[in-house]
């Protein structure tokens, strides 16, 4: 994770901008790019250009600050400056995807990029792929800014006190799969989470969080973890602001578990609580591989500016917006906000706590196919248990 950095953002084309502009710039920028080490992706449509960039973070900066100063656009929104564990567009120097073959006439590129069986296929199910398809639809017109700071010092776990984990399943609907499960922190004897946690004192909180994401890790991949697995962080441990992983990444190697297959998930009353620490554990966690989702989202009275500082990987929407939800209308205008912020963000959307065929109907018509909730199986103590998935 040294240093490789992502950068995506979008910008305003000074006048009319033709093709010969074009193929000299993109000349220009592979030349250049290829001896600085940086990949990536331009985009141009109606006005806008939308760029993805992947270097080391010194020579990326460097880069930026050129490309700011160019005088062919302006208005330069940066989307995301995050630590990536592996580059989305290797191959290429600055690849270009005319968004339609007409939109900018006949450059030589990647006009099928985004065509079936074309590279945008090949870009696996990160953020960079989601945010070049949020472009495609026509989003990007407004401006969000985003946030990021540097990753902290690492810092030992300790010991961990006696517990063990239920395992709750995350169900696609669409693609009738179990595609992670969480695991959820128990007693020995599956006592409740909050009995487990009253013993551990503020002191040992962290390294008792530490302990568990790796016992979660190892009792997981014993019992055969066959897709993903969500680890939540504790209370009030993200905001120590100590959040190494280390032990997590040494515990998944260990067991044959890919960073990629594991989430982090992270309160949004935690987020509120520390908005320094939540950037930073991001971003450590961002540059191991690992993903990131705000758990509980709107229940902690944050909203969708949250988001604006911030970009998980998904979040899970709160049971308080989920109960009921087919009969509640204000519960319904903020799930379409949120699903509608998500997809512009590249962001999924879990829907948690889902208990009644009726919640998971409505839901299901929104467009929201990742479910979690008692309708589909109950947490399974030291079990990794099958779901049932409804009919709609
Ligand atoms: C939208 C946009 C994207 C650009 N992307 C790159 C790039 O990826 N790499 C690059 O070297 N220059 C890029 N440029 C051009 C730089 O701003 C700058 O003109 C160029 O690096 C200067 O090169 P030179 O000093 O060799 O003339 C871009 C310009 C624009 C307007």
Known sequence: MAGLMQVIYHSAARGEVHDADLARLLAKAREHNARLGVTGILLYSEGTFFQVLEGEADVLD???????????????????????????????????????????????????????????????????????????????????????????????????????????????????????????????????????????????????????????????????????????????????????????????????????????????????????????AVNEHRGAGLRTAIDDFGAGYAGLNLLAEFLPDMIKLDMSLIRDVERKGPRQAIIRGVRQTCQDLGIDIIAEGVETPAEYAWLRGEGITLFQGRLFAHPAFEQLPPASFPSR
């Open 62 to 280: 460097g880069l930026m600050s050129v490309i700011a100063k160019d005088p062919r656009h302006t208005d330069i929104v940066t989307i995301i400056r995050e630590p990536v564990a592996r580059r989305s567009f290797a191959d290429w120097t600055m690849g270009y995807a005319p968004l339609a073959p007409d939109d900018v006439g006949s450059i030589v590129g990647m006009s099928d990029f985004f065509g079936s069986n074309a590279s945008f296929a090949r870009l696996g199910s990160g953020r960079a792929k989601k945010l070049l398809a949020a472009f495609r639809e026509g989003r990007w017109r407004s401006r969000i800014a985003g946030k990021v700071e540097p990753p902290p010092a690492r810092v030992p776990a300790a010991a961990p006190p006696d517990f063990t984990f239920a395992f709750q399943p995350i169900i696609d609907a669409e693609a009738g799969a179990i595609v992670s499960y969480e695991a959820l922190i128990r007693g020995a004897r599956n006592e409740p989470a909050a009995q487990v946690l009253q013993r551990v004192g503020p002191a040992e909180r962290h390294g008792f969080d530490e302990g568990c994401r790796s016992a979660a890790v190892d009792l997981a991949a014993r019992l055969g973890l066959p897709c993903d697995l969500n680890l939540n962080f504790l209370p009030l441990s993200v905001e120590t602001s100590q959040t190494s992983i280390a032990s997590t990444l040494d515990t998944a190697q260990r067991c044959g578990i890919a960073p990629s297959r594991i989430v982090l998930e992270i309160l949004e009353s935690e987020i509120i609580n520390d908005h320094d620490g939540f950037a930073r």
